[in-house]
């Protein structure tokens, strides 16, 4: 299995409102990101976990809360958020050592009303 | 830290001709450079990519070059298809260390916009 996958593919919710978005990799990657990317513009690094803790945290609001419940799971809890939170969700993984290559999920296209 | 810069944002080539992108980079402890194409609705997928102690990689039709020296690296598409169509992106990678581990950190470019015309 050489692929990242994302839940939901799209949500649309409240600025009230609780949602989680889920990644999941079976490639045994010890390394799993979260990254927020705004129409025509390149993704930008929310966090990341090595080894299921948190290795980077790039001063995201705490109205987005990660969490890495083993290494083949991640998720983003979402809570109270803002129209301009609007975005295309992408979570990645990458295997530490040797090889850095990250592999890209399809994203989660997350709309805020 | 790093900073990268993207050149075109925007490129038009008609089948059967070549498209070069090029990118530049800031810091020299950057030592891997990969290529990503997006297409709409998609994720970033990784099509070729770089490290530092090597100056070519050539997979098909796509080339990847890299001048240390200069800071800059190239993706080259030979024989464009319309199905080449995409937003491509470059990134330079380093190691990097804070309280809570390290890891590789990307930083991408902003984009170049391919449009391959029938």
């Known amino acids: 299995d050489t692929e990242v996958t994302q839940t939901p593919k799209h949500l649309v919710m409240g600025m009230t409102n609780k949602k989680s978005l889920k990644c999941e990799q079976h490639?045994?990657?010890?390394?799993m990101y979260w990254y927020k990317q705004k129409a025509k513009k390149p993704p930008e690094l929310m966090f990341v976990?090595?080894?299921?803790?948190?290795?980077i945290n790039e001063s995201v609001p705490s109205r987005f809360s990660p969490e890495c419940p083993n290494s083949s799971l991640l998720n983003l809890h979402l809570h109270a958020l803002q129209p301009e939170d609007s975005a295309l969700y992408l979570c990645?993984?990458?295997?530490?050592?040797?090889?850095?290559?990250?592999?890209f999920g399809p994203g989660t296209r997350l709309t805020v009303l | 830290g790093e900073n990268v810069e993207q050149h075109p944002s925007t490129l038009s080539v008609q089948e059967g001709d070549s498209a070069v992108i090029k990118c530049t980079y800031s810091?020299?402890?950057?030592?891997?450079f990969p290529w990503y194409k997006q297409e709409l609705g998609k994720g970033p997928q990784l099509i070729i990519d770089?490290?530092?102690?090597?100056g070519e990689k050539k997979d098909q039709r796509i080339a990847v070059t890299l001048n240390k020296t200069a800071k800059h690296f190239s993706l080259h598409i030979t024989e464009t298809q319309p199905e080449d169509s995409a937003v491509y992106f470059c990134?330079?990678?380093?190691?990097?260390?804070?309280?809570?581990?390290?890891?590789?950190?990307?930083?991408f470019g902003k984009g170049t916009l391919l449009t391959v015309n029938p």
């Open positions: 490639m045994g990657h010890r390394a």
């Open positions: 976990y090595s080894y299921e803790k948190l290795s």
């Open positions: 990645a993984s990458s295997p530490l050592g040797g090889s850095r290559e990250q592999f």
């Open positions: 770089i490290r530092s102690n090597v």
């Open positions: 810091d020299s402890a950057s030592n891997y």
């Open positions: 990134a330079a990678s380093m190691w990097h260390w804070n309280s809570g581990g390290s890891n590789y950190k990307l930083t």
